[in-house]
C-alpha cells in the first residue's frame, strides 16, 4: 500500500516538474519571438497561439504540449478552432 501512495505522488511530482517546465518553455518561446498579431473577435488569441506552435521546434514544442493541449481545449470551449 505505502508502495502505491509513493508511486502516485512520484507520478504527481512528475506531472508537475513537466506541466511547469512547459509553461516555461513557451513563455520563453513566446518573449523572444512574439508571433504575429491577434486577430478581431474571440479567437484571435487562439490564432496567435496557433502561429506560436507553429513556430517552435519539435523540442519546444514537446516540453510545452501539456500547456497547449490545455488552451486547445479552452479554445473549443469557445468555438474556436483546436490549437494542435
Given at each position: 500500500?505505502?508502495?502505491v ?25 513566446y ?9 478581431a ?40 478552432p483546436?490549437?494542435?
Amino acid at each position: 500500500m505505502e508502495f502505491v501512495v509513493a508511486a502516485l505522488i512520484g507520478i504527481a511530482a512528475g506531472a508537475l516538474i513537466v506541466a511547469v517546465v512547459g509553461f516555461a518553455v513557451g513563455a520563453l518561446r513566446y518573449v523572444l519571438t512574439p508571433p504575429p498579431p491577434a486577430g478581431a473577435g474571440v479567437c484571435g488569441g487562439c490564432t496567435s497561439l496557433q502561429a506560436l506552435w507553429n513556430s517552435m521546434s519539435r523540442f519546444e514544442q514537446w516540453h510545452a504540449y501539456l500547456d497547449f493541449y490545455a488552451a486547445s481545449l479552452l479554445c473549443q470551449a469557445e468555438g474556436c478552432p483546436a490549437i494542435l
